[in-house]
């Protein structure tokens, strides 16, 4: 079965980023900014109580300290500093799911920490850390080393397809600084072929392994309500049990 996800909670004080409300309707699970990338405690607030409405289940995305950057910069940081920054975030996000009377469903880095941890033992082993604490699961991409880290400490992995970024002729996620617009039918089709398939094409045009226990779209994305309605039609047969 599949899920679909949705990296959202983004605005920033009087800062607007994305259509939260209009997506609702169209995922599962909600990864939600933390404040280091996005969002901020009124924010995160009520990206919570959006997703208690629509009965989304919730997960934090904490990112690197990098506000201006929209956590789309790499840094170097040490395991331990790292560790301290998630749990910092993470910790922020639990308080207002419990004070809505919710679970914290999984944990998913968010940009340049998501694509850091793909490929450094030393980040994948922080972001562990973190989750040894709140012992919910984690979200990255099949193949790369945080799985094989995630899995080893002991933590479920949940293998995600993303439905509006180019993967490399290797398999890795192009990552850009500010997300185009996608065509919902192509990306409609992509996804289909990741659940059918396990597989998708790069940008080189040949094909890699992915894995699709989650979709991903982000808030972001100009037309991601569009996209989002379109990959769900598309998935319905496979999508779990809300």
Do not use: W
């Not at 009520?46 to 910069?73: C, E, I, M, N």
């Amino acid at each position: 079965m599949v899920v679909i996800n949705c990296d959202m909670g983004e605005a920033y004080g009087l800062y607007k980023m994305g259509d939260d409300k209009a997506l609702m309707p169209h995922i599962d699970v909600a990864n939600v900014a933390c404040g280091f990338h996005a969002s901020d405690f009124n924010h995160m607030r009520k990206t919570v109580q959006l997703a208690k409405q629509f009965g989304v289940k919730v997960g934090a995305h904490p990112s690197l300290p990098d506000l201006q950057g929209f956590g789309r910069r790499e840094m170097k940081i040490d395991r331990e500093e790292l560790t301290n920054c998630l749990l910092y975030q993470i910790g922020a996000l639990k308080a207002f799911l419990d004070a809505e009377g919710m679970p914290l469903n999984h944990i998913k880095p968010h940009g340049a920490l998501y694509g850091m941890a793909a490929r450094n033992e030393n980040i994948a082993e922080a972001v562990a850390d973190a989750a040894d604490v709140y012992k919910v699961p984690l979200l990255g991409m099949k193949g790369t080393l945080h799985q094989m880290v995630y899995e080893r400490r002991g933590h479920t992995f949940v293998a995600e397809y993303y439905a509006d970024l180019d993967y490399n002729a290797d398999g890795s996620l192009i990552i850009t600084r500010e997300h185009e617009p996608k065509d919902p039918a192509d990306a409609a089709s992509r996804c289909t072929r990741a659940v059918n398939e396990g597989k998708t094409r790069s940008v080189a045009g040949n094909d890699v392994l992915v894995g699709a226990d989650s979709i991903c779209i982000h808030s972001d994305t100009p037309n991601a309500v569009a996209i989002a309605h379109a990959v769900r039609e598309a998935v319905r047969p496979y999508l779990a049990a809300r």
